[in-house]
């Protein structure tokens, strides 16, 4: 793939870059190796100063790095802005907790003295230079939940983005250069996929994070497994959208639209398998699909525009072939919403909704990265625990029920990373995210996501 920005509403190449030569390369891995030599002993005051201000100069940016990101990859220009205040929201999360997140831990004395020490304590220490791959669907705040923690750690970091948005990429190393962090604390990294290897084996490369799909996790995964170098990973998923008799139906089938579509339906954490008891399907099924029948697609640059355009052409085709399979085997089309006349030649894709799903079609297995959702019937609650997990994914999950007992069953057997009752699932700096099973592994935000790239170093004094 080109690196490039291409206006996917309308299929126009706006602008081209050269990927990096590898002297171009070699000289950003070597400034990162001797910025973090020195910014490893800055203190959590100065960098939190500087994250601040990094905050701020986002905060003065927002309309502008919003209509950016819309230009390069589609989303809503709502849905930008809204990107672009979280992601400075977390990042004064972090400047302000980073302390008392990575604040020495003390065992108690009588723990230890058995040991022969007369003091004992934990520290937390940065690994060094870390490499971020990361996708073109949020592209901002994926960067942003890596960057603020791994900065205010004292790490240093090189973002090799998605090749669809390099405006993004670069607009983010000079937010952070902007705001005072050295030269060398955060750098992008132009390159194609081809050479991530390459940067990740150097020795300068203490470890990786990357979000994208299984097939690039693997790939991450296996070099830095055969290098040893630490990784976390947050890969695709499937969320479950559980709707049991209990539930406000009504508020369900509304939430389910949103948590189905968001983003274009192209999140990792967009719920799409929606598995609805028997005794309320017929409610809750004619609810959503007229919600979703209803949707407002158009130029995602306009504020009343509900559902842009697929990302890129590959998406759109790769989401047709799932539908397509569903149908040629039987699957139902309950609503498939026409895309209005006069909107260019972008990659357009209709809101879907599916029933009839069997495990003959790709569409059960496989992430549907857009705006398709697919009906279930549950015949139980133990039947719509077994639909639910029936996924090789375990990202996070929706269950709609005011029954605490039924709560308690879903906190117990539900395979994800995360459970939201009554609600939709959000990404929020205090808590913990990341997935099981092919959804990867580790955690970002929160206390969690700041010590993944931490040495937790053990101090025994005698």
Not at 310 to 320: H, M, N, P, S, V
Not at 367 to 382: C, H, I, K, M, N
């Amino acid at each position: 793939m080109a690196i490039a920005t291409v206006n996917p509403a309308t299929g126009q190449t706006l602008r081209t870059f050269e990927p990096y030569t590898a002297a171009a390369v070699e000289q950003r891995l070597a400034r990162a190796e001797q910025t973090f030599a020195q910014y490893r002993l800055t203190d959590f005051a100065r960098r939190g100063e500087l994250m601040h201000r990094a905050a701020e100069l986002l905060d003065a940016d927002q309309e502008t790095i919003a209509r950016l990101m819309t230009t390069e990859m589609g989303k809503p220009l709502t849905a930008a802005r809204a990107e672009a205040a979280k992601c400075a929201k977390a990042m004064r999360w972090y400047a302000d907790r980073a302390p008392a997140l990575l604040a020495d831990e003390h065992p108690a004395p009588t723990d230890v003295t058995d040991a022969g020490a007369s003091r004992a304590l934990v520290r937390y220490r940065p690994l060094g230079v870390v490499l971020a791959v990361m996708p073109w669907n949020f592209p901002l705040w994926q960067v942003i939940r890596f960057a603020a923690p791994a900065l205010m750690a004292g790490n240093v970091g090189l973002l090799k983005h998605a090749s669809n948005v390099p405006q993004t990429a670069l607009y983010l190393e000079d937010l952070f250069r902007g705001a005072g962090f050295p030269d060398g604390c955060f750098q992008t990294l132009l390159i194609p996929s081809a050479t991530v290897s390459d940067v990740l084996r150097d020795p300068r490369v203490a470890a990786a994070t990357l979000t994208g799909s299984e097939g690039a996790g693997r790939s991450v995964a296996a070099v830095a497994g055969d290098e040893v170098k630490k990784t976390v990973l947050e890969l695709g998923g499937s969320d479950p959208f559980v709707v049991l008799p209990s539930a406000n139906v009504a508020a369900a089938a509304r939430t389910a639209v949103t948590a189905r579509v968001q983003n274009n339906g192209q999140s990792c954490i967009a719920a799409k398998r929606f598995i609805v008891h028997e005794q309320v399907y017929e409610e809750f099924r004619a609810a959503f699909v007229q919600r979703m029948a209803a949707l407002r697609i158009g130029d995602p640059l306009q504020e009343s525009t509900e559902i842009g355009p697929l990302a890129t052409a590959q998406g759109r085709e790769d989401l047709g072939e799932l539908v397509a399979d569903a149908l040629d085997l039987g699957a139902r089309a309950e609503c498939q919403v026409a895309v209005p006349a006069g909107l260019g030649e972008g990659w357009w894709y209709p809101p879907t909704v599916l029933s009839g799903i069997t495990e003959q079609m790709r569409i059960h297995h496989e992430e549907a990265f857009g705006p398709v959702a697919t009906l279930y019937r549950a015949e139980s609650l133990d039947h719509a625990v077994e639909l639910a997990n029936d996924s090789p994914f375990g990202l996070s999950s929706n269950v709609w029920t005011t029954e605490p007992a039924e709560q308690e069953r879903f906190v117990r057997d539900i395979q994800a990373g995360g459970i939201f009752f009554n609600g939709m699932t959000a990404s929020h700096p205090a808590l913990p995210f990341g997935g099981v099973r092919r959804s990867g592994y580790g955690r970002e935000l929160s206390g969690h996501g700041i010590r993944e790239f931490c040495n937790a170093t053990t101090v025994w004094i005698a």
